[in-house]
């Protein structure tokens, strides 16, 4: 096993914004009505989300927009939940407005500017926003660029799964979003009580194996790459049932009929129920 370093993704916005917008060019009009697993978002609500996301990431990021208006009600996380809940419908009630050829083409013009603005990021200062779902008090541009990666990617794939288009589960794609979502696992299991060097697997099949072990050590659970020798505990999944369970499609009830696990059901249930959103 290793530790976790850093993941640098922000070469993959222009070519993942790219498939998003030829993906959405191909769609008939009945299409952008089509259910969504994000609840009682349709496919024209999710492409609205991606558009409020990128001109939010451009107005407080790359602008500085000192006209943010007011934050969470407090520090707490379900106040941060709140808050960006509100931001979202918000959001995707002003792109109801939009026709889908217009809410496209604007797409394409936000994409490129988010991918030239983060390419310039210093992936080592420090981010205007913390990932909270990773457990951060502070993060650094690498890993917020990561969450924004994992953000477009998983809404993207929303509106793929509801038109029935070919999800994006290359290598190219999945690799760096696994070895990101992971690091939701430590604040999953922030209340599990286990002897220090207990350790729990999490592994995904496909394109050769992925695997990485949560290990209580003395200062909590760490997540390490790689398969501990002798876990307590295990989880295994394909690629699209993982990622539907990090990403919020597919509850820990469902889960179970969709992956593996093994050991001690204490500390795989905490893993079942981690998210690599915030929710």
């Known amino acids: 096993m290793e530790p976790l370093t850093p993941v640098y993704t922000a070469d993959l916005f222009a070519p993942l914004s790219a498939e998003l917008v030829s993906l959405l060019r191909g769609l008939g009009e009945s299409d952008w009505a089509k259910p969504t697993v994000a609840g009682a978002w349709r496919v024209k609500d999710v492409a609205g989300h991606l558009l409020d996301g990128q ?37 995707v009630g002003y792109a109801a407005r939009l026709s889908p050829r217009l809410l496209t083409d604007l797409l394409e013009v936000t994409g490129e500017w988010v991918a030239r603005y983060v390419a310039l990021l210093p992936p080592e200062g420090e981010a205007r926003f913390a990932v909270d779902w990773a457990g951060e008090a502070r993060s650094l541009n690498w890993m917020d660029t990561g969450r924004e990666y994992t953000e477009h990617w998983h809404h993207q794939m929303q509106i793929r799964d509801a038109v029935g288009a070919p999800g994006l589960l290359l290598a190219r794609w999945l690799d760096p979003l696994l070895d990101l979502s992971v690091r939701a696992f430590p604040r999953a299991y922030r209340d599990v009580a286990a002897p220090v060097g207990t350790a729990v697997t999490f592994e995904v099949e496909g394109h050769g194996e992925r695997a990485w072990s949560l290990v209580r050590e003395p200062s909590g659970w760490v997540v390490m790459r790689g398969r501990a020798a002798e876990p307590a505990a295990g989880v295994r999944a394909d690629a699209d049932a993982a990622c539907r369970l990090l990403y919020n499609a597919l509850s820990p009830a469902a889960a179970r009929e969709h992956l593996t696990t093994t050991g001690d059901p204490a500390l795989t249930d905490a893993l079942l129920a981690a998210r690599s959103v915030m929710v």
Not at 70 to 90: H, K, M, Q
């Open 55 to 91: 001109l939010r990431k451009l107005a407080f990021g790359r602008d500085a927009n000192a006209h943010f208006g007011r934050g969470p009600a407090g520090g707490a996380y379900a106040d941060v939940v709140s808050f960006i809940n509100e931001l979202n419908v918000t959001g």
